[in-house]
Protein backbone atom coordinates (compact mmCIF):
# COMPACT_ATOMS: atom_id res chain seq x y z
CA UNK A 1 0.00 0.00 0.00
CA UNK A 2 1.97 2.50 -1.24
CA UNK A 3 -0.16 5.80 -0.56
CA UNK A 4 -0.92 4.52 2.75
CA UNK A 5 0.85 6.18 5.72
CA UNK A 6 0.61 5.83 9.45
CA UNK A 7 2.03 8.60 11.52
CA UNK A 8 2.24 7.75 15.24
CA UNK A 9 3.84 9.30 18.14
CA UNK A 10 4.82 7.32 21.58
CA UNK A 11 4.97 9.98 24.11
CA UNK A 12 5.79 8.76 27.89
CA UNK A 13 5.53 11.73 30.51
CA UNK A 14 6.60 10.78 34.21
CA UNK A 15 10.38 11.61 34.30
CA UNK A 16 10.17 14.68 31.58
CA UNK A 17 11.14 11.94 29.08
CA UNK A 18 9.50 11.67 25.39
CA UNK A 19 9.97 8.83 22.92
CA UNK A 20 9.84 9.38 19.55
CA UNK A 21 10.91 7.84 16.46
CA UNK A 22 10.22 4.56 14.51
CA UNK A 23 11.55 2.21 17.18
CA UNK A 24 9.63 3.65 20.14
CA UNK A 25 6.26 3.89 17.94
CA UNK A 26 6.61 -0.08 16.62
CA UNK A 27 6.28 -1.00 20.67
CA UNK A 28 3.42 0.59 21.35
CA UNK A 29 -0.30 -0.26 20.17
CA UNK A 30 -3.12 1.56 19.23
CA UNK A 31 -4.44 1.98 22.70
CA UNK A 32 -1.19 3.41 23.86
CA UNK A 33 -0.74 5.84 21.22
CA UNK A 34 -4.48 6.99 21.78
CA UNK A 35 -3.73 7.47 25.25
CA UNK A 36 -0.44 9.20 24.58
CA UNK A 37 -1.90 11.37 21.64
CA UNK A 38 -4.44 12.37 24.41
CA UNK A 39 -2.23 13.44 26.70
CA UNK A 40 -0.47 15.90 24.25
CA UNK A 41 -3.47 17.59 22.77
CA UNK A 42 -4.51 17.62 19.12
CA UNK A 43 -3.28 21.71 19.03
CA UNK A 44 0.59 20.52 19.77
CA UNK A 45 0.56 17.24 17.82
CA UNK A 46 -0.59 19.37 15.02
CA UNK A 47 2.21 21.27 15.25
CA UNK A 48 4.87 18.63 15.85
CA UNK A 49 2.88 16.58 12.89
CA UNK A 50 2.28 19.39 11.17
CA UNK A 51 6.48 20.02 10.43
CA UNK A 52 6.95 16.31 10.15
CA UNK A 53 5.03 16.14 6.93
CA UNK A 54 5.87 19.21 5.06
CA UNK A 55 4.98 22.14 3.18
CA UNK A 56 0.80 22.83 2.68
CA UNK A 57 -2.29 20.42 3.44
CA UNK A 58 -2.42 20.77 6.86
CA UNK A 59 -5.70 21.80 7.08
CA UNK A 60 -7.58 18.61 7.29
CA UNK A 61 -4.97 17.32 9.77
CA UNK A 62 -5.89 19.68 11.67
CA UNK A 63 -9.15 18.93 11.83
CA UNK A 64 -8.38 15.43 12.24
CA UNK A 65 -6.50 16.35 15.93
CA UNK A 66 -8.84 18.54 16.85
CA UNK A 67 -10.89 15.83 17.56
CA UNK A 68 -8.59 13.78 19.56
CA UNK A 69 -10.02 11.81 22.76
CA UNK A 70 -7.30 9.93 23.95
CA UNK A 71 -6.70 7.41 26.18
CA UNK A 72 -8.51 3.64 26.19
CA UNK A 73 -10.88 4.64 24.19
CA UNK A 74 -8.56 6.46 21.81
CA UNK A 75 -6.97 3.73 20.88
CA UNK A 76 -10.48 1.48 20.37
CA UNK A 77 -11.29 4.45 17.68
CA UNK A 78 -7.81 3.89 16.18
CA UNK A 79 -8.14 0.69 15.37
CA UNK A 80 -11.46 0.97 13.88
CA UNK A 81 -9.97 3.97 11.96
CA UNK A 82 -6.59 1.67 10.35
CA UNK A 83 -9.26 -0.73 9.20
CA UNK A 84 -11.20 2.12 7.40
CA UNK A 85 -7.89 3.30 5.68
CA UNK A 86 -6.60 -0.07 4.70
CA UNK A 87 -9.78 -0.24 2.95
CA UNK A 88 -9.57 2.99 1.38
CA UNK A 89 -6.29 2.83 0.15
CA UNK A 90 -7.17 -0.77 -1.17
CA UNK A 91 -10.48 0.72 -3.07
CA UNK A 92 -8.82 4.05 -4.26
CA UNK A 93 -5.03 3.23 -5.05
CA UNK A 94 -4.81 6.53 -6.43
CA UNK A 95 -5.46 8.33 -2.93
CA UNK A 96 -3.17 9.65 -0.80
CA UNK A 97 -4.31 7.89 3.12
CA UNK A 98 -2.66 9.54 5.88
CA UNK A 99 -3.69 7.65 9.26
CA UNK A 100 -2.48 9.63 12.19
CA UNK A 101 -4.07 10.16 15.42
CA UNK A 102 -7.57 9.02 15.51
CA UNK A 103 -8.46 10.23 12.56
CA UNK A 104 -7.58 9.87 8.30
CA UNK A 105 -6.69 12.64 6.33
CA UNK A 106 -7.67 11.89 2.82
CA UNK A 107 -6.00 13.56 -0.29
CA UNK A 108 -7.63 13.03 -3.84
CA UNK A 109 -5.72 14.78 -6.73
CA UNK A 110 -6.54 15.09 -10.11
CA UNK A 111 -5.81 11.39 -10.65
CA UNK A 112 -8.89 10.51 -8.46
CA UNK A 113 -11.11 13.27 -8.72
CA UNK A 114 -10.95 15.74 -11.48
CA UNK A 115 -13.40 18.59 -12.78
CA UNK A 116 -14.08 19.71 -15.82
CA UNK A 117 -11.79 22.81 -16.80
CA UNK A 118 -13.32 26.01 -14.93
CA UNK A 119 -16.16 24.18 -13.64
CA UNK A 120 -17.65 22.30 -10.62
CA UNK A 121 -18.93 19.12 -12.66
CA UNK A 122 -17.27 15.66 -11.68
CA UNK A 123 -15.95 13.61 -14.43
CA UNK A 124 -17.25 10.20 -15.14
CA UNK A 125 -14.01 9.03 -13.76
CA UNK A 126 -14.45 11.32 -10.99
CA UNK A 127 -17.96 9.83 -10.22
CA UNK A 128 -16.29 5.73 -10.08
CA UNK A 129 -13.60 6.64 -7.75
CA UNK A 130 -16.22 8.27 -5.66
CA UNK A 131 -18.53 5.12 -5.62
CA UNK A 132 -15.71 3.14 -4.30
CA UNK A 133 -15.52 5.61 -1.73
CA UNK A 134 -19.26 5.19 -0.72
CA UNK A 135 -19.00 1.78 -0.53
CA UNK A 136 -16.07 2.24 2.59
CA UNK A 137 -18.23 5.29 4.16
CA UNK A 138 -21.49 3.00 3.96
CA UNK A 139 -19.53 0.46 6.20
CA UNK A 140 -18.34 2.98 8.73
CA UNK A 141 -21.18 4.94 9.20
CA UNK A 142 -20.52 6.70 12.75
CA UNK A 143 -17.75 9.24 11.46
CA UNK A 144 -17.92 12.69 10.90
CA UNK A 145 -16.20 13.96 7.26
CA UNK A 146 -15.15 17.35 6.08
CA UNK A 147 -14.47 18.05 2.36
CA UNK A 148 -11.74 20.64 1.52
CA UNK A 149 -11.75 22.03 -1.62
CA UNK A 150 -8.52 23.37 -3.18
CA UNK A 151 -7.39 25.25 -6.50
CA UNK A 152 -3.73 26.35 -7.81
CA UNK A 153 -2.95 29.73 -7.83
CA UNK A 154 -4.45 30.46 -11.68
CA UNK A 155 -6.86 33.46 -11.93
CA UNK A 156 -8.17 35.60 -9.70
CA UNK A 157 -8.08 34.81 -5.82
CA UNK A 158 -11.69 35.38 -5.38
CA UNK A 159 -13.01 33.20 -8.15
CA UNK A 160 -10.76 30.29 -6.93
CA UNK A 161 -12.25 30.36 -3.51
CA UNK A 162 -15.54 30.40 -5.22
CA UNK A 163 -14.90 27.64 -6.98
CA UNK A 164 -12.95 25.93 -4.37
CA UNK A 165 -16.50 26.08 -2.29
CA UNK A 166 -18.42 24.53 -6.06
CA UNK A 167 -16.09 21.77 -5.59
CA UNK A 168 -16.00 20.64 -2.34
CA UNK A 169 -19.86 21.20 -2.25
CA UNK A 170 -20.04 18.54 -5.26
CA UNK A 171 -18.20 16.36 -4.17
CA UNK A 172 -20.83 15.50 -0.87
CA UNK A 173 -23.80 16.37 -3.15
CA UNK A 174 -22.26 13.04 -5.06
CA UNK A 175 -21.85 11.11 -1.96
CA UNK A 176 -24.98 12.13 -0.29
CA UNK A 177 -26.53 10.88 -3.68
CA UNK A 178 -26.04 7.02 -3.23
CA UNK A 179 -27.24 6.77 -0.05
CA UNK A 180 -24.75 8.51 2.79
CA UNK A 181 -25.98 10.48 5.25
CA UNK A 182 -25.38 14.25 4.23
CA UNK A 183 -25.09 15.50 8.08
CA UNK A 184 -21.93 13.79 8.25
CA UNK A 185 -20.68 15.68 5.60
CA UNK A 186 -19.12 19.61 6.31
CA UNK A 187 -17.88 21.57 3.08
CA UNK A 188 -14.76 24.09 3.06
CA UNK A 189 -13.29 25.90 0.18
CA UNK A 190 -10.01 26.75 0.79
CA UNK A 191 -8.98 28.24 -2.84
CA UNK A 192 -5.37 28.75 -3.57
CA UNK A 193 -4.37 27.98 0.26
CA UNK A 194 -2.12 25.44 1.48
CA UNK A 195 -0.61 23.70 -1.49
CA UNK A 196 1.28 21.09 -1.44
CA UNK A 197 3.71 21.73 -4.85
CA UNK A 198 5.11 24.12 -6.90
CA UNK A 199 2.62 26.31 -8.92
CA UNK A 200 5.28 27.12 -11.32
CA UNK A 201 4.59 23.96 -13.37
CA UNK A 202 2.01 21.86 -14.52
CA UNK A 203 2.56 19.23 -12.95
CA UNK A 204 2.79 21.01 -9.24
CA UNK A 205 -0.52 23.32 -10.17
CA UNK A 206 -2.42 19.71 -10.92
CA UNK A 207 -1.45 18.53 -7.70
CA UNK A 208 -2.90 21.32 -6.24
CA UNK A 209 -5.89 21.21 -7.90
CA UNK A 210 -7.32 18.80 -4.83
CA UNK A 211 -10.03 17.74 -2.47
CA UNK A 212 -8.86 16.72 0.85
CA UNK A 213 -10.99 14.87 3.50
CA UNK A 214 -10.68 14.89 7.39
CA UNK A 215 -12.52 11.95 9.01
CA UNK A 216 -13.24 11.54 12.34
CA UNK A 217 -15.53 9.52 14.85
CA UNK A 218 -18.56 11.07 15.71
CA UNK A 219 -20.40 11.46 18.96
CA UNK A 220 -22.08 7.37 18.50
CA UNK A 221 -18.58 6.30 17.68
CA UNK A 222 -16.58 7.62 20.66
CA UNK A 223 -19.31 6.60 23.28
CA UNK A 224 -19.29 3.26 22.04
CA UNK A 225 -15.56 3.59 22.52
CA UNK A 226 -15.62 4.38 26.23
CA UNK A 227 -17.99 1.59 26.73
CA UNK A 228 -15.86 -0.88 25.36
CA UNK A 229 -13.19 0.81 26.98
CA UNK A 230 -14.76 0.26 30.49
CA UNK A 231 -15.53 -3.65 29.83
Do not use: H
Amino acid sequence: MKKLSIIALALIFGSGSILTGCEAAKNTNNTQRGAAIGAVGGAILGGVLGNNIGKGGNTALGAVLGGVVGGVAGGVIGNKMDKQARQIDTALPGADVVRVGEGIKLVLNENAVRFDTNKSTLTAAAKTNLDKLVTVFNEYPDTNIVIYGYTDNTGRVEYNQTLSEQRAGAVRSYLTSKGLVGSRFTVTGMGIADPIATNDTPEGRSQNRRVEFAITANEKMVQDAEKEAQK
